[in-house]
């Protein structure tokens, strides 16, 4: 018998389903913990550390080039689970996340610019837009926009990619809080696809829970293991989160999944709502000071947290148990509400969260003044 067999392993995947979701998170979860130390070796030999620089939540140079193992352990895992041959997805999102990599990559080591990057996320975006099992025909009802034309599905796919990407991007700021927001929103793709019977994107999504779940051990490491994604690592599971949201979205409108026929779209916020939020947020921010939306400054839900006198684990901690709380205010309200009411309920949740981190602002900002005092 031939286990390489195409046949073969299809039979085995469909027989074995939770057999292969456990075989891919431990892989991936080992093969990341493996490649780890040996991408920090060279790192350390090269002398290829961060520096430190009034805006980092980080006081020694460190390592920023997690996204190499990111990268090997998604192409190796993407591509064994071609060999199923249940979708041609795959074969986009590793020729999408190659050309990222290389951006992000060319950012950690040279500094890129604004234009490459964009120019770089496109690129990336094109291979997923022009892929048939993530065309968006429809937004199933959303502000009472059903069909759409095929044209402006590809430009809202465009966005959605490049949003997503640079969302997940700008919240990698403190350790471990890029890494617990992907594990919480694969989590919840990964139960949306596994009851709407996507089998493939449960794997893909359990992967990349796997690569952040052992990723976080040497994130929150104080010592020589301590290693940070950076833009390679972020732009590759934007990349992929960005991928899933496609899918979450191109999933016909009678899914077995209650909550993903009443406003899907707000069911993406609400899934996404922590990278989006403070992305966001931090925008308006800017705008209403004068500045320009895209300047870096000191102004995310986490800088906040992190002035109150919260670690960098209490604080990433604490805004993904809030981010598992907006999904589930989701899924429960839409268990009762109709579209509009939904959609109302939801904004209003988010207005109360943006006047809550209003709240906190002025009291970090007050605690500041006492110190100097």
């Not at 981190?357 to 009291?363: A, C, N, P, V, Y």
Request: proline residues 2%; hydrophobic residues 55%; positive net charge.
């Amino acid at each position: 018998m031939n286990i390489l067999d195409h046949e073969i392993i299809l039979g085995l995947f469909r027989s074995n389903y939770l057999f292969f979701v456990f075989s891919v998170f431990a892989i991936a979860f080992g093969a990341t913990w493996y490649f780890i130390p040996k991408v920090l070796w060279v790192t350390k030999e090269k002398n290829l550390m961060k520096k430190v620089n009034e805006r980092s939540s980080h006081s020694l140079e460190t390592p920023n080039f997690g996204g190499v193992a990111f990268f090997m352990v998604l192409v190796l895992i993407i591509s064994i689970l071609q060999s199923v041959k249940t979708t041609f997805t795959g074969n986009h999102l590793i020729v999408a996340a190659t050309l990222l990599f290389m951006v992000g990559l060319k950012d950690d080591l040279v500094i890129s610019t604004a234009r490459v990057k964009l120019f770089g996320q496109l690129s990336a975006a094109f291979f997923l837009v022009f892929s048939p099992e993530l065309q968006i025909t429809t937004l199933h009802g959303f502000l009472g926009i059903y069909e759409i034309p095929e044209t402006a599905g590809y430009f809202l796919s465009a966005f959605i990619v490049v949003a997503v990407i640079n969302a997940y991007n700008l919240i990698d700021g403190i350790d471990g809080l890029a890494s617990m927001a992907g594990i919480v929103i694969c989590s919840a793709l990964a139960l949306a696809f596994y009851t709407s019977g996507n089998p493939y994107f449960v794997l893909i999504s359990v992967c990349v829970i796997g690569i952040l779940f052992a990723y976080l051990r040497f994130n929150f490491s104080r010592g020589k293991n301590k290693i940070f994604m950076g833009d390679s690592g972020s732009l590759i599971i934007g990349l992929v989160i960005a991928c899933l949201t496609l899918k979450v979205l191109s999933l016909p409108f009678d899914s077995k999944v209650y909550y993903l026929n009443n406003a899907r779209l707000v069911y993406l916020a609400a899934v996404l709502f922590l990278p989006l939020f403070d992305t966001a947020r931090v925008m308006v921010l800017r705008v209403l000071d004068g500045k320009s939306p895209f300047e870096a400054d000191r102004n995310h839900i986490h800088h906040i947290l992190l002035d109150l006198g919260l670690s960098h684990f209490k604080a990433s901690f604490s805004l993904a148990v809030l981010n598992v709380l907006v999904i589930m205010a989701f899924v429960v309200l839409s268990k009762y509400l109709g579209h509009n009411w939904l959609i109302v309920a939801m904004l209003l949740l988010t207005i109360i969260i943006v006047a809550g981190f209003g709240i906190l602002r002025k009291k970090a900002d007050q605690n500041k003044v006492r110190s100097y005092a």
